[in-house]
């Protein structure tokens, strides 16, 4: 082969890897930044953004934009490729699926997709939709599963999991946000044959269940973590903490923890083979740690100053952030491994947390509406900032998304954008 020809094919294979490379990109399914699942990319309350403020003028972020006429429900927004998904009801009991431009906060497109609840104390819908190669995934208040095409609105198939896996109506409805684990979509229909159930999303069809525990759903969303090397998903149920192999449906372990009403509404949180659980109304929770195998649990310690509702709770640099319920809350750090109360403040209530950047961002509520603003740190409470929710009607119980340097807060039928990257 001449010199030319060598060096012809030299350019030929750089071009063709630069090309592939760029393809690959592509394909991905989500931008770096982006946020196209319940309480961030990793489903943990921590969203990768930096470059982020670390205080706040006294009143607040600016506005980057108001979205009005998002309809009620209780869901958070998703980011995705340049638009933003939020789900909401309209008039009587008409679910909707709403698109909208994140740069300008337009609403592009409404898409019906079926009946929500009407339960008094939260009306519409609670499920936060995942986004997953051009399609979203969420679970009406009703107890029906969607997969929605994400560019037209066209309902590719939809799971009914009362009249599928008999699922047992709880007392304030459904409200988990749907886990897709490759090929399949993850849910918690709850009963004896489907405590935990797994659907081809591509078609719906039920692809494993799990059975040897008969407890009912509740309104807690599920997470997969990595224990000594192998899968392991981890959520709550009505009564139980439950830990289930995510490629065949087999329980592992149980754990017995009884909440009020059966309100387990935050997701575990997985640390070196320790178990994160919790439950409000002064009832709390504590640490579970994971025999080697996987196979069982044992009590590690247990607290009742983090009696967390359904506010969520983050970990980070081995402390536990998240917010208390009785008595109005309070904003608590705890030390993951031991259970020891770093400190603890009324400063800050009850309402739903997320982290980013080193802070805290807390969406105090039903009632209040106030939006904090505070250090990450074990060494003591430090609020950098605060402002108050304006817009919007209802109880202030969305969980906040971070995605692109903008905080998203959805309150009733109201999302308001607000900049809180660094200029």
Known sequence: MGRFACLMKQHFLKSFGLVALLATLACRPSFAADSPQFRGPNRDGLFPETGLLKTWPEEGPPVTWTAQGIGGGFSSAIIVGGKVYVTGMLGDDAGNLFVLDEAAGTILNTFPYGPETLDEQAQGPRSTPTFDNGKLYFLSGLGVIYCMNAADGSILWSVDTVERFGARQITWDYSESLLVDGD????????????????????????????????????????????????????????????????????????????????????PVYLNGLVYYTAGDGIGGGALEIAPDGGSVASKWTDTTLDGLHSGVVLIDGHLYGTGYKGGGKLVCLEMTTGKVVWDTREVREGALIAADGMLYIYEGPRKGVVNLVKASPDGFERTGTFSVTEGTGKHWAHPTLANGILYIRHGDALIAYTVKLP
Not at 200 to 223: A, Q, V
Not at 232 to 253: E, F, Y
Request: aromatic letters at 8%; charged letters at 15%; glycine letters at 12%.
């Open 184 to 267: 399949q979509v993850l849910c918690t229909p709850g009963g004896p044959e489907a405590l935990v159930a797994a659907l081809d999303k591509n078609s719906g069809k039920t692809l494993w269940t799990t059975t040897g525990l008969d407890d009912t759903t509740s309104y807690c969303s599920p997470i997969i973590v990595n224990h000594g090397g192998s899968r392991m998903l981890l959520n709550a149920t009505g009564t139980h903490i439950v830990g289930v192999d995510p490629d065949s449906g087999a329980l592992r372990w149980s754990f017995y923890h009884k909440a009020n009403y059966d309100i387990h509404g935050v997701t």
